[in-house]
């Protein structure tokens, strides 16, 4: 019986990524008017690049598959999804001011999205396998992204995010915000990592 609400809850998330998904690239694609270019402009987004993943392994999971019910791998998300949330919402929400499709896409991909994932995690994954170094671990892919998206600005002369856009705020600026984002993300990892032991320890 668990088996099978998980695997309808993971139904559900995926569901809500590819339709965030679907929904921003219409959106972007209308407004560029090629297919290409819209791929292009969205795979620069953190937002887009996670939910993507988000969609893959939730599908998995709703399919059955025993390969992808690695707890790293769900705290990871979790994790991501909450920094994508978090960001939105603090940094973003009021910037952006979303009309029409945006809004519905934002609604999935930045708002549902987040809290179905950490929700999961919370009620489905297994606990008491993560270890101390997992947070630093987790921490790679954010890392990559920033480095890939600060190359990508340099490059384009585009930047996915205002907080990260060095023609506009210097590199000074830049790094103090990628700082304050990361000591953040380690901080909830590492709660997150003790949470994990307390719910093993209840579990047992």
Known sequence: MKDRRERA??????????????????V??????SMLAALWRLAGYFTVTTNLAVAILFAAVAAGSPRVRKPL?????????????????VALRHVLNPRGLQSVADLLLHDLGPILVVLFWF?????????LRDPWLIALYPIAYLIYALIRGVATGRYAYPF????????????????????????VA???????????????
């Not at 009620?123 to 270890?131: S, V």
């Not at 705020?169 to 901080?187: D, R, S, V, Y």
């Open 123 to 131: 009620f489905f994954a297994p606990k008491g396998r993560m270890r």
């Open 9 to 26: 809850v993971a139904a559900i998330i995926a569901a809500t990524a590819w339709g965030g998904l679907s929904v921003q690239f219409i």
């Open 73 to 89: 791998l769900f705290a990871g998300l979790a994790l991501c999804m909450a920094l994508v949330g978090i960001v939105y919402e």
């Open 164 to 187: 990260i856009d060095v023609e506009r705020i210097g590199w000074a600026l830049t790094a103090a915000n990628a700082a304050i984002i990361a000591a953040c993300f380690l901080t």
């Open 190 to 204: 590492h709660c997150l990592w003790w949470l994990d032991r307390r719910l093993a320890t209840k579990g047992a």
């Open 28 to 33: 972007v694609e209308q407004r560029l008017g």
